[in-house]
């Protein structure tokens, strides 16, 4: 299904991109992959027996509900494709791949940030800056409260991730503690720890 989702979003960025209108469906898509969140929308959409004109119906005011004054023509005309072809189930993943593409096209690229309490702008800043130098790719943090975590911070940027939690850096001291032969531990103390040994 994932492949599929990217086919669809592929063939639309390829449409939005040639006559200008990636910014008007990205905004809808992102409206209605949050008013997706809801299971009984979902279900609606995803049921037999309601009309195709029906859910069409549903998904605009689904859309203008979320924020959206009114869909972008060629969105209409994309979640119609959907509807013909019996694949609006697809249409949580496809909001989410879509982002991803038009960001992509951009150069931008969007992480979550997750610390132990929200963290100042300035840090987040200079976060997305080294992370910007590192990718090559304008990179915008959502910073995310996570209470599971005791101290420093990790960041989920696409499929990779960096941690520098403490909980991080615990395990990677851990790690290398294992790889140390008991006898440096026992006799060298932390010193067995330093860089040159």
């Given at each position: ?69 009114s869909a972008h023509p060629r969105t209409r005309r994309f ?9 609006i189930r697809l249409l949580p993943e496809l909001c989410a ?49 996570d209470r599971d975590l005791l101290g420093g911070f990790v ?43």
């Amino acid at each position: 299904m994932a492949s599929l989702s990217r086919r669809y979003a592929d063939a639309l960025l390829a449409v939005t991109e040639a006559e200008g209108s990636t910014p008007g469906v990205e905004k809808d898509l992102l409206l209605l992959g949050e008013a997706l969140e809801s299971k009984e929308l979902r279900a609606f959409l995803e049921n037999p027996a309601v009309p195709r004109g029906t859910k069409a119906e549903a998904l605009v005011k689904a859309l203008a509900a979320a924020g959206g004054e009114s869909a972008h023509p060629r969105t209409r005309r994309f979640l119609e494709v959907l509807l013909d072809r019996g694949r609006i189930r697809l249409l949580p993943e496809l909001c989410a791949r879509f982002h991803e593409l038009a960001l992509e096209a951009r150069g931008e690229a969007e992480g979550e940030l997750f610390s132990h309490g929200p963290m100042e702008t300035e840090e987040v800043r200079a976060l997305e800056e080294t992370l910007t130098g590192m990718t090559g790719k304008k990179v915008r943090l959502r910073n995310t409260v996570d209470r599971d975590l005791l101290g420093g911070f990790v960041i989920r940027l696409g499929d990779r991730m960096f941690d520098a939690s403490l909980k991080g850096r615990i395990q990677a001291l851990g790690a290398r503690l294992k790889g140390l032969p008991v006898e440096r531990l026992a006799g060298g103390g932390l010193d067995a720890l330093s860089p040159g040994n």
